[in-house]
């Protein structure tokens, strides 16, 4: 079964840190993409970020280029996003989710965030605020 739990969501003010989680189980990272999507209140979802679960490619969204770096743990089958320099904006929830790389992958994570995603976990709340 497939499974995908966040975590390390919470309280920060302008300017701070946090580092979410993403345990996935029931298959192996190796095979697929992960992709951190995000949804503000009265905003539709946004995809932030994605990294190849075999190779560590990764694809960015411009707002957050420079602020927040994607990585993985094959050991641990676990994908994390650091997130650095935070403002009110990037006040989400954030959720991860897992897309087929064997079918979609044709050289580039370019348009990554753009791939059906399958699974998702059921999110974290991210809250920057004074």
């Known amino acids: 079964q497939v499974q995908l739990v966040e975590s390390g969501g919470g309280l920060v003010q302008p300017g701070g840190s946090l580092r979410l989680s993403c345990v996935a189980s029931?298959?192996?990272?190796?095979?697929?993409?992960i992709g951190w999507f995000r949804q503000a209140p009265g905003k539709e979802r946004e995809g932030v970020s994605c990294?190849?679960?075999?190779?560590?490619?990764?694809y960015y969204q411009d707002f957050v280029k420079g602020r927040f770096t994607i990585s993985r743990d094959r050991a641990k089958n676990t994908v994390y996003l650091q997130m650095n320099s935070l403002n009110p904006e990037d006040t989400a929830v954030y959720y991860c989710?897992?897309?087929?790389?064997?079918?979609?992958?044709?050289?580039?994570?370019?348009?990554?965030?753009?791939?059906?995603?399958?699974?998702w976990g059921q999110g974290t709340q991210v809250t920057v605020s004074s």
């Open positions: 989710a897992l897309a087929d790389r064997q079918r979609f992958y044709s050289g580039s994570y370019n348009h990554c965030l753009g791939w059906p995603y399958d699974y």
């Open positions: 990294i190849g679960g075999f190779d560590g490619g990764t």
């Open positions: 029931g298959f192996n990272l190796d095979y697929y993409v």
